[in-house]
């Protein structure tokens, strides 16, 4: 029997296999103290390992062979999920989850989880940094200051934000308190977002723009706030870089796989950009100390330290989200946040099995069909209030015959069993 998964639906009970209370759990990463006591409060034997690298991690969860991994900025591979052989979730403690390889923990039936959000007011203010070093060239006059240089007169000559236009690509929780703050700015607010309707732009009170092109044509800043995605990788390009107004400032906090850097650096050339960025196309891994990308080397260009997130505000919401994850997982078999559920399964009908609740019951279902060859994608088991019945939704691969579906029928406990198509 296989299960379906949806990137906007905690996994079912059915479909979970959670450990009990005493589940390990390796953490391959720092984490805030309170998650690490709030996880052993809940009976769990965690194995923190805040040093742990990549080329280690699969060699660690062979040893400790844990039910649940942390991680933050830890890459896992394919050969973790080989490693494990009770690994059934994994947590990002932090929204995206591009470092994880998901196809992999899907093909091992291990869920993905992350906490998103939670971060939102720590990214928005770096973001918010950013801009500001841009348009008055703080590191710059910092810079000079400390080299014993007074230059009021250069320094002087900024544009300035109240008036203008902030645009946004991403239109998620980060995203709208990016928003937030650039209206607090005086600042004309327009944005793309793939779920973005012209109406709930209205409610938000900002312009709707209908492509990424768009928010570049239109704005004087232009802030990028999406996941790392095939669809999103290079999105800004020399199409996206044209499109940019000169002298336009453009921040980027997101994930440096969605900017071309060879484009961005010709622009920054030609169009005069200045540009803020939290991230890079080559950032070192958690435990390196050198970096090189040579983006920063540009002039106009200011740089953090992908430290966006880390606030110690935003890593205690983070740890406690964390927390709540493992708790349901282990109280309920639900995964909330998960990210790695399938939005559609191969199901092409579902059987309805109204029963008494009595054991052998699904067996017998479950039997026939297998004698069938049919496959179950999902099911659930609804039980009636005061348990003497309950309703199986069984959605399967293909459609049982009269006979089979008659055999299913034969058992005294089934109340009725009925066929349906499925609409995806």
């Given amino acids: 029997m296989t299960t379906t998964r949806s990137s906007t639906s905690a996994a079912s009970p059915a479909s979970a296999s959670a450990p009990g209370p005493t589940a390990t759990i390796l953490i391959a990463d720092k984490f805030e103290p309170s998650g690490i006591a709030a996880a052993r409060a809940l009976g769990c034997q965690v194995e923190s390992q805040p040093d742990l690298n990549t080329a280690d991690l699969a060699a660690a969860i062979a040893e400790t062979n844990p039910h649940i991994l942390i991680v933050r900025s830890t890459k896992v591979p394919a050969a973790a999920f080989d490693a494990g052989e009770q690994l059934s979730l994994v947590i990002r403690a932090g929204a995206g989850y591009d470092n994880i390889d998901v196809a992999a ?3 091992h039936g291990v869920f993905v989880a992350n906490c998103p959000g939670k971060n939102a007011c720590a990214v928005a203010e770096m ?12 590191p710059d006059q910092t810079a000079d200051l400390r080299r014993g240089v007074w230059d009021k007169k250069g320094y002087g000559k900024s544009r300035g934000l109240f008036g203008r236009t902030l645009g946004i690509v991403g239109l998620g929780r980060i995203g709208r308190e990016v928003a937030r703050r650039g209206r607090a700015f005086g600042m004309n607010v327009v944005a793309y977002s793939r779920s973005l309707t012209p109406e709930q732009a209205e409610e938000l009170d900002l312009v709707y723009c209908a492509s990424p092109l768009d928010v570049a044509k239109a704005a004087d800043v232009v802030s990028i706030h999406v996941a790392s995605t095939p669809d999103t990788a290079k999105l800004v390009d020399d199409r996206f870089c044209e499109a940019l107004q000169p002298n336009a400032i453009l921040i980027n906090t997101s994930r440096g796989a969605v900017v071309d850097e060879a484009a961005l650096t010709r ?5 005069g950009l200045r540009v803020g ?11 390196e100390k050198a970096f090189e990308d040579p983006i920063v080397q540009e002039s106009g260009v200011y740089g953090t330290h992908h430290a966006g997130a880390s606030t110690d505000q935003a890593q205690e919401a983070i ?12 109280a309920r078999g639900e995964v909330p946040n998960c990210v790695n559920r399938a939005d559609a399964s191969p199901a092409t009908c579902l059987l309805t099995v109204r029963h008494l609740n009595r054991t052998g019951v699904l067996a017998h279902v479950f039997h026939v069909l297998s004698d069938a060859g049919i496959n179950v994608e999902e099911m659930e088991n609804i039980i009636y209030e005061g348990a003497k019945a309950a309703c199986a939704r069984i959605r399967l691969d293909d459609r049982p015959s009269p006979e089979q579906l008659s055999t299913i029928r034969s058992n005294d406990h089934i109340l009725s069993a009925d066929l349906a198509d499925v609409r995806h």
């Fill in 267 to 271: 622009a920054i050339r030609k169009k």
């Fill in 105 to 107: 923990a899907s093909d």
């Fill in 127 to 138: 973001t918010w940094g950013l801009i500001l070093a841009c348009d008055r060239r703080i």
């Fill in 319 to 330: 740890a406690a989200e964390t927390v709540r994850i493992i708790a349901t997982y282990l």
């Fill in 277 to 287: 960025l939290d991230v890079y196309g080559q950032q070192p891994a958690p435990t």
